[in-house]
T-cell receptor, first 108, second 114 residues
Framework: EDKVVQSPLSLVVHEGDTVTLNCSYEVTNFRSLLWYKQEKKAPTFLFMLTSSGIEKKSGRLSSILDKKELFSILNITATQTGDSAIYLCAVEGNKLVFGAGTILRVKS | ETGVTQSPTHLIKTRGQQVTLRCSSQSGHNTVSWYQQALGQGPQFIFQYYREEENGRGNFPPRFSGLQFPNYSSELNVNALELDDSALYLC?????????????FGPGTRLTVT
């Protein structure tokens, strides 16, 4: 059965810290891995990764995929209180499977 | 905002009742997916519609059904509601057939079954 596991489940950091969120997966017929940020209700799209080793970057956020080891990381540098949210990883195989998410809280 | 809208925002139903949730996709998007997100969990894929046809289904019983209309808006119907159906129901629209690509989520409908 397809599976996506995110870690840690939650973490609390101070403004300015750098955080790394992890996503490992087991999925049949891998097509892509996606990261979303969920603040109140609607998850908002961050990145889609399809190729190993190519870093995607958007401002203070970056992500990379390792298709050999079956994981991805999402980095956030110089965290701000506005980064507080649930970060969801999803993997598209025969269907789209989400992890349970990582709850990030950034304290001022 | 993504341009995807859902109605209603909140809903309270009694066990055994039926419910219809609605979703209007982003302009130009022909694919709509529905997800159930229970508290503390990630969204679980229910099904996807592409050009009015079901295109993939997750592990949900047949009492979860859907429709997509010619304007690509969509409905999720749930019959014989159970307490465990209480969740946030999200729809997402995309241009890509399949389930990934850049999906744009609506704000969700919070369903409470008592």
């Amino acid at each position: 059965e397809d599976k996506v596991v995110q870690s840690p489940l939650s973490l609390v950091v101070h403004e300015g810290d750098t955080v790394t969120l992890n996503c490992s997966y087991e999925v049949t017929n891998f097509r892509s891995l996606l990261w979303y940020k969920q603040e109140k209700k609607a998850p908002t799209f961050l990145f889609m990764l399809t190729s190993s080793g190519i870093e995607k970057k958007s401002g203070r956020l970056s992500s990379i995929l390792d298709k050999k080891e079956l994981f991805s990381i999402l980095n956030i540098t110089a965290t701000q209180t506005g980064d507080s949210a649930i970060y969801l990883c999803a993997v598209e195989g025969n269907k789209l499977v989400f992890g349970a998410g990582t709850i990030l809280r950034v304290k001022s | 905002e993504t341009g995807v809208t859902q109605s209603p925002t909140h809903l309270i139903k009694t066990r055994g009742q039926q419910v219809t949730l609605r979703c209007s996709s982003q302009s130009g998007h022909n694919t709509v997916s529905w997800y159930q997100q229970a508290l503390g969990q990630g969204p679980q894929f229910i099904f996807q519609y592409y050009r009015e046809e079901e295109n993939g289904r997750g592990n949900f019983p047949p009492r979860f059904s859907g429709l997509q209309f010619p304007n690509y808006s969509s409905e999720l119907n749930v019959n014989a509601l159970e307490l465990d159906d209480s969740a946030l129901y999200l729809c997402a629209s995309s241009l890509a057939l399949g389930q990934g690509g850049e999906q744009y989520f609506g704000p969700g409908t919070r369903l409470t079954v008592t």
